[in-house]
Structure formats: C-alpha cells, structure tokens
C-alpha cells in the first residue's frame, strides 16, 4: 500500500460502514500501529509547520508596517524570527512523533485495563493497531481543520463529540463486547475526565476564597 492510500485509508476509516469492514478483516502488530502513528504525526507536523509559517509571515508584516523604521531593523527583525522559526521547526519534527507515540501508548493501555475490568477479550495489540488508524485520521483531519480561522476550534470539537462513535466500535469489536459495555468503556473516562476538571476548578474557587487577598 502506497503512503497516499495509507493516508486516505486513515480518513475514510472515520466512516462507520468502513471502520467496521476495517475490524473484520484487518489485524497488525505493535510495529505496524506505532509505524502508522509516526506517519500521522509527520501529517500533523507538516500542518503545524504551516501555521508556524502564516504566522511568520504576519509577523513580518506587522513590524515592517508598524514598528520598524529602517531596512536594516527590518533586516534582523526577519533573520530572528527565521531563526526561531529554524529551531522549532527541529523541535515539531522530533518531539511531535515521540509524543504522540507515548500518548497513544499510554491512553491505549488504560482504555485496556477499563476494557478488560468490562469483560474485554481483546488484545492491546490489536486495540493499538485499529486506533492506530482510525485515530490517524482523527489527528489529520483535525490538523486541517485547524487552520480555518476562527471557527476551526469548533469544527474540530464538533469532530471530537463525533469520533467518540468510532472508539465505540473499535472497544466493541476488539473487546467482543455488548453495546452497552463498549458505550461504558466510552463514557466512563469522559465523566472522570469531568470529575477532576471539577474538582480542579472548585479547588482553585476554594483557594482564592481562602487567600487573605480576597477580604482585603
């Protein structure tokens, strides 16, 4: 299979009646998941570095417009932010793949434990390969979506509330499990998620109340 048609194959996996052909017939190893995630994240580093980009080039804009005078602060005002966009660029390549390949190690492995906890009787290789996947497409389509401005972050939290059908499927048809154990396997991290954001946030309430520096 070409790099194009792994690509493609990542974003059509989104589709319900592809990822469930996808569960039947495919299986891989941990290599052939955390080869598929690298590839992604090089997807996601091309749309990061992007922005990065437009962002330079606005920049560059607004200081010889507004704050510079000369050709020549101009000058070094364009070599500083080549530079640091030269460095990050580094930084993107490396630690955006070694990231999401930690990332999705780890939040596999607990989505493992729950699923097992539930009755799963899946595997984490073949939980991690299909993810691998169908999360691929999540993270590229979400980089796309990113850079449409202004309501990209709602696009993208709208693909989110979407893609939680999806990990459904994937828990049900590796785990062999009931509808309604695959959905607890989906919900239960999302209402502990919500528990310790609220908690944090009543703690940081708490706090300010307790503070000296609120009665004075």
């Known amino acids: 299979m070409s790099l194009i ?3 493609k194959k990542m974003v059509l996996s989104l589709i ?22 690298v590839l992604a994240s090089l997807v996601v580093d091309l749309f990061v570095l992007l922005s990065m980009v437009l962002s330079m ?28 966009f ?10 955006i793949p070694i990231f999401l390949v930690l990332v999705t190690l780890i939040f596999t492995a607990l989505a493992f434990i729950l699923c097992k906890i539930l009755g799963g009787k899946g595997t984490f290789t073949d939980q991690y390969y299909q993810f691998s996947i169908v999360g691929s ?4 389509v979400a980089s796309i979506l990113n850079l449409i401005p202004i309501v990209g972050g709602l696009f993208i939290s709208l693909l989110g509330i979407y893609y939680l059908y999806p990990v459904f499927l994937v828990y049900r048809a590796v785990h062999k499990m009931s509808n309604m154990r695959a959905a607890l396997a989906v919900i239960i991290p999302l209402i502990v998620m919500l528990l310790v954001l609220f908690i944090g946030f009543l703690t940081m309430v708490m706090v300010q109340f307790l503070s000296p520096s609120y009665y004075s």
């Open 16 to 37: 319900p009646e592809n990822l469930e052909k996808q569960l039947k017939t495919e299986k891989g190893t941990l290599g052939n998941g955390i080869k598929n995630v």
């Open 137 to 140: 497409g999540f993270l590229i």
């Open 57 to 84: 080039i606005f920049q560059l804009f607004m200081s010889g417009v507004m704050s510079i005078t000369t050709r020549s602060d101009w000058a070094m005002a364009a070599m500083v932010t080549i530079g640091g």
């Open 5 to 7: 048609d792994l690509y």
């Open 86 to 95: 030269g460095v990050l660029t580094i930084m993107t390549l490396v630690l």
